[in-house]
């Protein structure tokens, strides 16, 4: 147990850092999960409570943090535009502060550090797909910024933390993903669809659905995740991570519709301001230094994330 790696998750309650955390435990490492549990619940994390092996802190990030440990992933930060603009000043802070802190943990520990950053650092963008060498478009003062913007200026931290202090970064830009233990109140577009089906009510789509995204089964996303940490220490992105199957909102909501056995007529609402048109990810940078790509075709993860809500609604 003495010889184990031993691995902080920030973030390790929510969506992604929970299914991290269970992925980590999996290969033996010794996991410490940092969450303030601010759009999660321990509830992710339970079935992982009592294992020796995972140990579990409530902390927010944009405090400093004394720990030992090997490898940090910092996934802390809501993710959903519900959230992350319900408190924009504390996204902001947790994207930089958080940041900061993190990477001072890292230098005085001398140990690896991974980013969760965005596909939300193209903005809207004008080149499709998007490559890692595109710089973005991004409104520096929309209701998106705080998450945007914040998430830019993290990876720039981090960039300088590496130049500057040779630190050993990791940068993974995620594209949008889906799948069980996304919270049913999660306000993104997969859950808030399939919530809407099971519950036969209307399907709120956004504009008039002709935008697109990309959408990664979670699955195939972590993977993409530790391949990522347990690179080559020269391989620092920013890496694409994500499912280059492209749709637009309104197949999205048909699809759902049909597959729940859904009586749920769809119904139009007004796109949000700074909405992207269209996201998908060139992820061939990952496929070379990698050697990844995402498995899960979108319908075989709706089945399992129809499921796992199903279970939720039927509880
Ligand atoms: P999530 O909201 O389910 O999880 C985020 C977790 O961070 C939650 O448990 C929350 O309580 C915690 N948190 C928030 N602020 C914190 C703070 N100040 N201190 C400590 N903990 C804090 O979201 P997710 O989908 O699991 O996203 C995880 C990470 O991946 C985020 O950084 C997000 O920006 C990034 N990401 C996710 C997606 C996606 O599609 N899921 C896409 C791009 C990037
Ligand atoms: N920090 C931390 N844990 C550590 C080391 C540092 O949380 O183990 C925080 C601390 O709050 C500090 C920040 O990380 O302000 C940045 O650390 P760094 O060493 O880069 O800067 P400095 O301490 O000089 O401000
Ligand atoms: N969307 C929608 N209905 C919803 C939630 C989202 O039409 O109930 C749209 C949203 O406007 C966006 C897309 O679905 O165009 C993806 O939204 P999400 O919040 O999941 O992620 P984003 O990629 O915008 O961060």
Known sequence: MFN??????????????????????????????????????????????????????????????????DEIYNLACPASPV??????????????HGAINMLGLAKRLNAKILQAST?????????????????GRVNPIGIRSC?????????TLFFDYHRQHNLKIKIARIFNTYGPRMHPSDGRVVSNFIMQAIENKPITVYGDGSQTRSFCYVDDLIRGLVFLMESDDKVTGPINLGNPAELTVIELAKQVIEMCGSKSEIEFKPLPSDDPLKRKPDISLAAQELSWSPKVPLEKGLKATIDYFMGIFNA
């Open 119 to 135: 596909s939300e650092v193209y903005g809207d963008p004008e080149i499709h797909p998007q490559p890692e060498g595109y710089w």
């Open 147 to 155: 998450y945007d913007e914040g998430k830019r200026c993290a990876e």
């Open 4 to 69: 184990s790696k031993r691995v902080a998750v920030t973030g390790g309650c929510g969506f992604l850092g929970s299914h991290l955390c269970e992925m980590l435990l999996k290969k033996g490492y010794e996991v410490i999960c940092i969450d303030n549990c601010f759009t999660s619940s321990k509830k992710n994390i339970e079935n992982f409570m009592s294992n020796p092996m995972f140990e579990f802190i409530r902390h927010d990030i944009t405090f400093p943090l004394y720990i030992e440990v």
């Open 83 to 96: 959230h992350y603009q319900r408190d924009p000043v504390q996204t902001t802070k947790t994207c930089i």
